[in-house]
């Protein structure tokens, strides 16, 4: 079920909300009490709702907005059962203060606004003992580290038990749940009404993470990283994998530590691990390298689980080469090898480079490094085969292909332009992901210039398309996915 928090401070805007929400298809309504200016008149939400409602009333300690006496509290609280709503949610230590009643389950809760605690299996035992009808854990969980224990307690609760993990990585747990049976996950009701950072709408669980598709069969690819790139491409391998008929779905999954990270991919079975930008460069700690990852690149985007390890692919790479010769033959149909005897400039030493540059080199291309790190761009000139500019000379040396690649893709766009724009000539192709999956500052200065450039989302696309491919076998249609690509994030752009 999704349960979408209601949190107004006006009970008319709250009524509002209610028929919105049903209207979106939530399944259940959680009312926030604390945030209400004013008596809620419960008679009023009762005879208004469609669906089940929870009642709650959170504390200042347990991220609530409530202002009254704590007696006060209780008496709402109380009130609450007795208007014959479905579920009202009672904190662990108040629960020998309101006494059951039939028609009305009490959820029981935990909450802990830093972290998921050691201790959290006796808190649990603890919980069990105050007879709940519902238990409800809500934690801190950013990294598999912090929510394994959350996840244990998930694969066979004695009782009905949701989890709620605070911060944007809390939605591995959502979906993670659904596939083992969690009773139910929040989402906001749309965007800048969450209950808490991070909290994804009932559109985004709906859309993006394809929530209503997940069941007991499900088989998940997970996918690292917090950013918009990594939740736009999750929407399109949910999509892709939709339209070619197979029934894997994403996990949003944080790398944390690289041993509990392991342990977790081991034990969810993960059918793929796409990794983000930000940890290209340390996946020999998780898998094996295959031969297009391990030295001079060192980094790899892609895991597949094999017999006995993980392999380690570069994915990404053969994405960019391929990606780059669709780009030029657009242009110049009539090459048989597109890239053949191109002059192809790096500029930076990101990881982006070393993934790129073997692929590119094999087409026939001829490769210039240059990088503020000078010994750095000498190393890779000498590693990959190529030749090494300082970095002013960029502007002053012939080439067809300009690739820039900073040296962290998890970094924001630097205040200044990193290329001074002037020197982009009609007919230079472009290469900038920095901004993935927007354009960069880069890329819309060549666009100005009337040069050709790979767009980052039409990148991403034809990156879903290459891991759909090597997770499945299958090939989904990329114009397809472009098209929904289109409907989730390109009016925003």
């Not at 934690?139 to 929510?147: H, L, N």
């Not at 690289?258 to 993960?270: E, N, Q, S």
Request: charged share 25%.
């Amino acid at each position: 079920m999704i349960c979408i928090t209601i949190a107004q401070t006006s009970r008319t805007l709250a009524l509002a909300d209610m028929l919105n929400a049903v209207t979106l298809g939530a399944d259940l309504i959680e009312i926030r009490l604390d945030t209400l200016e004013k008596s809620p008149h419960l008679k009023d939400m009762m005879e208004a709702k469609r669906v089940p409602i929870l009642f709650s009333c959170r504390r200042l300690q347990d991220g609530g907005n409530w202002k009254g006496t704590e007696e006060e509290r209780l008496i709402l609280l109380r009130q609450a059962v007795l208007s014959s709503a479905e579920y009202v949610e009672i904190e662990m230590d108040i629960a020998d203060q309101i006494r059951p009643f039939p028609g009305c389950k009490r959820v029981i809760s935990y909450t802990n606004l830093q972290e998921t605690p050691k201790n959290l299996d006796k808190i649990y035992q603890e919980m069990l003992a105050l007879k709940p009808d519902i238990i409800k854990l809500t934690c801190r969980a950013r990294t598999p580290d912090e929510a394994w224990p959350l996840i244990q307690i998930l694969v066979k609760p004695p009782v009905p038990t949701t989890v709620v993990g605070l911060g944007k990585a809390g939605i591995m747990l959502s979906i993670l749940g659904k596939k083992i049976h969690s009773l139910w996950t929040v989402a906001a009701l749309e965007r800048g009404m969450e209950a808490y950072p991070g909290q994804p709408t009932i559109q985004d669980l709906q859309n993006i993470y394809a929530y209503g598709d997940i069941g007991k069969s499900t088989r998940f690819t997970g996918v690292t990283g917090l950013g918009e790139r990594d939740w736009l491409l999750t929407g399109l391998l949910n999509e892709g994998f939709r339209k070619v008929g197979v029934h894997h779905r994403v996990l949003p999954i944080q790398i944390g530590s690289p041993g509990m990270f392991r342990k977790t991919i081991d034990a969810v079975r993960l059918q793929s691990v796409v990794i983000d930008p930000s940890n290209y460069g340390s996946m020999h700690q998780i898998g094996q390298y295959d031969s297009a990852s391990k030295y001079p690149v060192q980094a790899s985007d892609f895991l597949l689980p094999e017999e006995d390890h993980w392999k380690a692919s570069n994915l990404i790479g053969k994405t960019i080469t391929n990606s780059l010769l669709r780009l030029i033959k657009h242009k110049e149909p009539d090459l048989e090898k597109p890239l053949q005897d191109r002059v192809v400039l790096f500029a930076g030493n990101g990881p982006l480079t070393r993934m790129a540059a073997r692929e590119i080199k094999q087409q026939g291309a001829h490769l210039m490094f240059a990088g503020k790190d000078r010994e750095e761009a000498l190393r890779l000139s000498q590693v990959f085969g190529g030749r090494m500019l300082p970095w002013e000379a960029i502007y002053q040396t012939s080439h067809d292909i300009l690739f820039y690649s900073p040296e962290s893709l998890s970094e924001p766009e630097e205040d200044e332009m990193p290329i001074h724009p002037g020197y982009l000539r009609h007919g230079m192709y472009v290469l900038d992901l920095s901004n993935s999956p927007r354009m960069s500052r880069l890329l819309k200065e060549a666009m100005l210039r009337t040069c050709s450039f790979l767009h980052p989302v039409s990148f991403l696309v034809e990156y879903a398309c290459t891991i759909i491919q090597e997770t499945t076998g299958k090939q989904p249609d990329y114009q397809e996915l472009m098209t929904k690509c289109q409907e989730w994030f390109m009016e925003e752009e």
